[in-house]
């Protein structure tokens, strides 16, 4: 119950902060490859029941534009979370390519839809797992001075840790 009043909680406050930052968001140059760094929640999911740990995650790659519209990013994530199927901590590497598609802006505030293909490491007390998935997700920009903010969510599918188990992170990060 307390993990998902905070999910809700840092949800809110993102939208709010997005709002009220009344920035003007920018359609980035073509051919760009422009680096990128975000942290913020992961809630792994699956059939781990009530053992749900909510934890932290990090992710960070480059972004390669082939219109102002359509991109994709090489990245790397680190998600780490507690499970009692687990036995105590979950750590999650990954590494894949997204593709990344915006839509016109909207008051400041850019709005996108990607899909992510990687291949994962779990690794727990009793094990360690490794495999191909898929992460479809949404987020939006938005200018931050020099540089572009982003907020994003991502449900990651596929095995993510102990088996049964899927992931969703929610993320703040900037475009340099």
């Not at 990128?36 to 792994?44: K, S």
């Not at 999650?92 to 593709?99: D, L, N």
């Amino acid at each position: 119950m307390t993990n998902r009043i905070n999910i809700r909680a840092l949800g809110g406050a993102l939208l709010v902060a997005v709002i009220a930052s009344g920035a003007r968001a920018q359609r980035p140059a073509v051919s760009a490859w422009t680096p990128f760094f975000g942290g913020g929640l992961a809630a792994p999911l699956g059939s781990y029941g009530s053992a749900m740990g909510v934890g932290v995650q990090v992710n960070g790659g480059s972004e390669y534009r082939f219109n102002p519209d359509f991109g994709v990013r090489p990245e790397a994530d680190l998600m780490l979370y507690s499970s009692r199927a687990g036995g105590g901590s979950v750590s999650v590497f990954g590494f894949g390519a997204s593709a990344i598609w915006h839509w016109s802006n909207s008051g400041g505030f850019r709005p996108y839809g990607l899909v992510r293909l990687g291949i994962n490491t779990s690794s727990w007390a009793n094990g360690s797992y490794t495999s191909l998935g898929l992460a479809p997700g949404a987020g939006g920009d938005f200018r931050c001075g020099r540089s572009t903010c982003f907020v994003e969510t991502k449900l990651y599918l596929g095995q993510q840790g102990p088996p049964g188990g899927q992931a969703l992170t929610f993320a703040y990060g900037m475009r340099f």
